[in-house]
């Protein structure tokens, strides 16, 4: 028997599938992938990749037609844009995460491809998309996308991620170990 946070995903990733921006709907989060280690206060990480802004008035429908919340942020943008809600019916919390479809191609492009390092979260988006369980693509993008992230770590990035970040774990003024 599939359990209520998987349900309550798939019910989700259902909603939104029948939006014209969506592209996919996947799963991830510590839900993701096997769930291993999963514990029942867990919430679901629904990540929604769009071709285009989906409207918040058609959020708060979903949010609604999913059997509305106790409470409630959406709109967020701290870190990308997002919703994040407690699911009446269940209690669950569910944090859905909007990904430009476009924005996320580049960012695989990026670690996979030119081995260009960032400051911290160099691979994160490539350990997202890898992890996760698609839920809704009906085109087959996502499952494209994933099979993108099917390699070897390359050599080329972690030299990269090594040099620019060496430096400051020490070795200049702003380092993390002077903060």
């Not at 669950?92 to 911290?120: K, N, T």
Request: hydrophobic share 45%.
């Amino acid at each position: 028997m599939e359990n209520a946070h998987l349900s309550l995903a798939r019910r989700l990733a259902g909603l939104f599938s029948r939006l014209p921006q969506v592209e996919a709907v996947a799963l991830g989060g510590s839900r993701g992938g096997a769930g291993v280690g999963t514990d029942a206060a867990s919430d679901i990480d629904v990540y929604v990749y769009t071709r285009g802004e989906i409207p918040l008035a058609a959020r708060e429908g979903i949010v609604e037609a999913a059997g509305g919340a106790t409470r409630a942020d959406l709109g967020m943008s701290f870190w990308g844009p997002g919703d994040e809600w407690l699911h009446a019916p269940t209690g669950i919390h569910v944090d859905a995460i909007y990904f430009d479809a476009a924005w996320m191609e580049e960012q695989l492009d990026r670690v996979l491809v030119r081995h260009e390092a960032s400051l911290g979260y160099t691979t994160c988006f490539w350990h997202t998309v890898r992890g996760s369980v698609a839920l809704e693509d009906s085109r087959g993008w996502f499952a494209g996308l994933q099979a993108r992230c099917a390699v070897a770590y390359p050599e080329e990035l972690r030299c990269a991620i090594v040099a620019l970040n060496h430096p400051v774990l020490r070795d200049v003024l702003p380092a993390f170990a002077n903060q």
